[in-house]
């Protein structure tokens, strides 16, 4: 993949967003897919309100995108976002979330939004 140079004022907006803990963790979960509110709510055990703040964050910039299934709303990293390499070369160094999410599917928690 080539490095494409962005601008300072979007590479400050994008580590503004990613400074904050649990828009990080967010991040870090959706790594490896997709993944809904509900879940989220579990991971971070955090209010689904507090929870939407942060999305909505993150889905403004560009960062995340979200996907429509019945009520349920699904979130995952924008690959097309201008500074998705940066964003990718900030999860190397943060600790893998999987387990979060495998501990979800292990309580029956990770399939509540279908």
Known sequence: MENTLIEIDQAASVLKLLGDKTRLTIIGLLKDGECCVCEFVEVLQMSQPSISQHLRKLRDSGIVKERKKGQWVFYSLNPDHEAFLVIQSILTFIPEQKDK???????????CCD
């Open 101 to 111: 999410l495998y501990e979800l599917e292990k309580k029956g928690l990770r399939i």
